[in-house]
């Protein structure tokens, strides 16, 4: 996730020990489980662990639609973490490991950021 983030921007030691601090929770899918649903409450943020995940959407026609397609390491749906509701499906490809970061910790890591 560090590697993510740095991507966007520097982060300093201080913001890479606070992310590291965040607790987490592990969490093992089989294939083609949803990590995540469209429409549903967003209340955590998805890291691939281990294995391989899709991000997709239905279309008008009823088919699936895949967006992208994400391996270990990835953050599967950082953008929703300050977003209500999310507005695609996270599906797993094959078994994989997923760690969770809950929504309101990451919420008070960016306000201490801000200040």
Known sequence: MIF?????GELSLDD???ILSIPMI????APRDFLGREGKSVSRCAILTQGFAVRQKLTSQGDRQIVSLHGPGDVLNFQNAFLEFSDYDLRSVEECSVSFLMRRQLEVWRLSALQ
């Open 4 to 8: 993510q983030l740095s991507a966007q």
């Open 16 to 18: 890479q020990r606070a």
């Open 26 to 29: 592990s969490r093992s899918f």
